[in-house]
């Protein structure tokens, strides 16, 4: 049997890590899984814990008030030293492109553990944008000995970085788990309570931003998009803005949306109800790179609100569009896919390139026989 050490901090992390998790408590003979959070954003990611029935075995409880890169990275290794020194595991995975990845990848280097990195060989080719996630998985490949490629285009990227030894293409654990919180809460009238002030007769636009390399004047480029988008079908369209809990997103969205009609500002969700809104949802706005996964698995165009995107198979596919952070380009972008049948017919309906949903089977399987 070997022991599975699992990192991570954010949801996102969380929603990618469970399905790999769930496939090892069904090989109880091969696996022991370990689970460990680094405490950052302890509230959101205690919903997709709680919902998949997932129970951490240690908690770094990282988040301090005013806290930055710095803090994390340090604060991350020192408390590394002593769990990994402790447990001895036999893999440490990390997923993704955080600073808890790169932290973790780094700290099991330094114990002669082994590395195995989920969502291998992203890049968008600028170090500053995604920042630091760039750089972050850029250094998380160097140090890892297994590499998990979603698409043949991150195979390709490690390959070009002189990556080739254990470099697998699987898809993305992401689409595994939007199938698993589809099929648990397709029945559940909970979720259609919880967005009752929706209206079934309009047309809804989801929206999504967080993006540290936004903050500031693209944010505000954001919002007045998301205006003139209201105030042109205004009683045609509803538009959903869960609003991420950092400041420097509320601030700019509270300012300059709060009372448009047909905006609708709401907490964070809880992954399940994310997932509910979504499949309601007629188009995304958004900058998360899971959402640009996931939004096309369930026939949802997506309007990607970045400069570069390091997930350029979805742009190739013709599920997403990149239209950047200008107001003008959203606009423009999102008035044609309202108003162009055979546009929005076309997005919605290619195939999306991220997975079939057995990507952590693939994973876990592969790594029972290079370990």
């Keep these: 049997m070997k022991k599975i050490f699992f990192l991570f901090g954010t949801r996102p ?3 990618k890590m469970i399905p790999l998790i769930k496939a090892c408590e069904q090989q109880p003979d091969k696996w022991q899984p370990y689970i460990c959070v680094t405490g950052q954003h302890r509230q959101m990611l205690a919903q997709v814990l709680d919902f998949f029935g997932v129970t951490p075995h240690e908690d770094l409880a990282l988040m301090k008030p005013g806290q930055t890169l710095f803090d994390i990275t340090a604060d991350g290794l020192k408390r590394l030293d002593e769990v990994l020194e402790r447990e001895k ?8 492109d955080t600073t808890s990845a790169f932290t973790g990848a780094l700290a099991a280097y330094y114990k002669k553990i082994k590395i195995a990195h989920i969502e291998a060989g992203l890049r968008s080719g600028n170090k500053y944008s995604p920042f630091p996630e760039e750089m972050n998985r850029k250094m998380t490949g160097n140090l890892a000995d297994f590499h998990f490629a979603p698409t043949v285009n991150s195979q390709q990227n ?3 970085e002189n990556i080739h030894d254990h470099v697998y293409v699987t898809g993305n654990t992401v689409i595994d788990a939007l199938l698993m919180t ?14 009752s002030f929706l209206d079934p007769a309009k047309r809804t636009i989801l929206v999504t931003g967080h993006r540290r390399e936004s903050f500031g004047q693209p944010f505000e480029e954001i919002c007045m998009a998301i205006r003139d988008i ?11 803005y869960p609003v991420h809990l950092n400041p420097q997103v509320q601030e700019p969205v509270q300012r300059l949306l709060t009372g448009v009609p047909g905006v609708h500002l709401i907490e964070p969700l809880d992954y399940p109800y994310l997932v509910w809104l979504m499949k309601q949802s007629y188009l995304v706005l958004t900058d998360s790179g899971g959402i640009q996964e996931e939004a096309p698995a369930l026939g949802k165009p997506v309007l990607v609100m970045r400069d570069v995107t390091e997930r350029t198979e979805g742009i190739d596919a013709g599920t997403a569009r990149l239209v950047g952070t200008s107001r003008k380009a959203i606009v423009e972008n999102c008035f044609a896919l309202m108003d162009d049948e055979q546009l929005y017919q076309q997005m919605a309906q290619a195939v999306n390139p991220y997975g ?7 994973i876990i399987d592969i790594l029972h026989k290079v370990l």
């Design 13 to 15: 992390e969380a929603i």
């Design 89 to 96: 595991p036999d893999v440490l995975v990390v997923q993704g």
């Design 158 to 160: 490690l390959h070009a």
């Design 182 to 195: 589809a099929d648990i809460i397709k029945d559940a009238a909970a979720y259609k309570e919880y967005f």
């Design 230 to 240: 209201a105030t042109r079908y205004e009683g045609k369209v509803q538009i959903v």
């Design 356 to 362: 079939d949903g057995t990507s952590s089977t693939q």
